[in-house]
Structure formats: C-alpha cells, structure tokens
C-alpha cells in the first residue's frame, strides 16, 4: 500500500487548514464575552458537556542504541528528527467539582516521524515513518477560579494509542526498521478558558511522553539491530470548542 505523505497533505490542503487556524484564533469579540460566573451559572454546572479539538502535533523518536552499536563498521549515528501532524478529537468533559473536571477525548492523529542514519562513507540515510493513530486519552483537569474572564488549567492524564499503519508484522519490510502498533503515553500540559456566551473557546498545550518501546526488532535489518529501543515523543497543541 503506498504510504501517505503527511507533509504534501498540508501542502496541498495548507490553505483550508490555514483558514480554519485563523477562524478558531480569531478574538471572537463580535460573539460578546460572558463574564465567568454568567456562563458557570447558565452551563458549567452541568454534570458533563462536550466539545471538539483540533490540533498541530509535533513528534520524534528518543532513540536508545544496542549495546553492538559500537562495534557497527557501517553505522556512525541514529538521529531523531521532529515530523509535523494534525489532530482531531471530541471532547467529552465530566465534572468532579468546583476545580477538577475528567476528560476523555478520543480522536484521530496523523503523525510523522524521521529517523537519520549517518553512515561511515559520509553518506546519509533517512527513513520516514507515517502514523495514522486511534488516540484514547484520559486527563484530569484542574482549573483555578476566575481571573476577569478566562481561568488558566493544569492537566495530567495517559493515553492509549494504536497505530493503523504499523509494519511489525510485516514479513518483507522495505523500511529500515519495524514499528509496533500500541503505545502508551504519560501526558501532562496547561491551558486557558475563555468564556462566551454558548461556548468555551480553550487553546491547550500537552506533551505526550511515549512508554512503551515501539522498536519492533528484526535481525534481518542491519539498521534494525544498531538500535535497542525507540519512545515516541509528541508536543501537541489543540484548540478546544466546548459547551
């Protein structure tokens, strides 16, 4: 199956995707923001409310060398280069109190990450490797009281994560190395609630500590034997509609 190349996807659809960014940053005053207790006492104290995301990620591989990396005659290094993505989440929101809401968003992510090998004849190899990932991500919320009309959140949380174009089972991969499909990810980031009058405009930072080894190891791929372990790393930053 040939593979998506995330990067022409933005290329070719940069300019909707741009617009879409600008629309969601937009000051929004023309929408006439609530105070926070206004909105608090028409909407926040339900029970659970949900919402969408829509988000930029950035991701790489921390890489962990064999012990035999030294004794490699081919291979001098194995370097992690950001890939860009894009994220699509719903929000679904349950209230534990005053301060501390649940959350759980599960959503679909395309990422992109690089893997560079610089080899002892001063060339320099490179493999690409695209996710399509099914997210699952659980997060606890805690949000200060009002300041004017917006409240800043801290949150911390795990997310399980699947991987749809993981080649580990692949028996004649042509990449240089295999990747698993699961992977869980420690997560922990803050953000900001703006307040109006049907919804709650939220733009949230996170970043997704990966902790599971995702190198799926074969002794047929000389690159896939310098290397021990590879852990995803991900910033992601979204922009929450709620309410």
């Known amino acids: 199956m040939e593979k998506i190349h995330l990067w022409n996807l933005f290329h070719v659809h940069r300019r909707e995707i741009i617009f879409a960014l600008l629309l969601l940053l937009l000051p929004l005053d023309s929408f006439g923001q609530f105070n926070v207790r206004e909105y608090e006492n028409r909407f926040s104290r339900k029970p659970y409310h949900f919402g969408i995301g829509l988000g930029y990620n950035s991701s790489h591989f921390r890489v ?7 004794y490699n005659d081919t291979l001098l290094t194995a370097d992690a280069i950001n890939g860009p993505g894009f994220n699509l989440g719903i929000v679904s929101n349950l209230r534990l109190g005053d301060n501390l809401d649940l959350r759980f968003i599960p959503g679909i992510a395309f990422a992109e990450k690089t ?13 690409r490797i695209e996710s399509i990932y099914f997210n699952f991500p659980f997060s606890l919320k805690f949000k200060t009281d009002a300041y004017k009309d917006m409240k800043v959140y801290v949150l911390a949380g795990s997310t399980y994560s699947y991987d749809l174009t993981s080649n580990a089972k692949a028996r004649n991969a042509e990449d240089i190395v295999k990747i698993n499909a699961h992977d869980l990810s420690l997560d922990y980031g803050f953000g900001f609630e703006f307040y109006f009058p049907y919804f709650i405009f939220a733009p949230e930072l996170k ?5 599971l080894n995702l190198h799926a190891r074969d002794p047929n791929l000389i690159y896939s034997n310098s290397l021990d372990r590879l852990f995803a790393r991900t910033i992601l930053f979204t922009i929450h509609l709620e309410g």
């Open 64 to 70: 962990k060398y064999d012990n035999s990396f030294i």
């Open 115 to 127: 893997i560079e090998y610089a080899q002892t004849d001063q060339t320099i190899a490179q493999q």
């Open 207 to 211: 970043i997704m500590n990966g902790s």
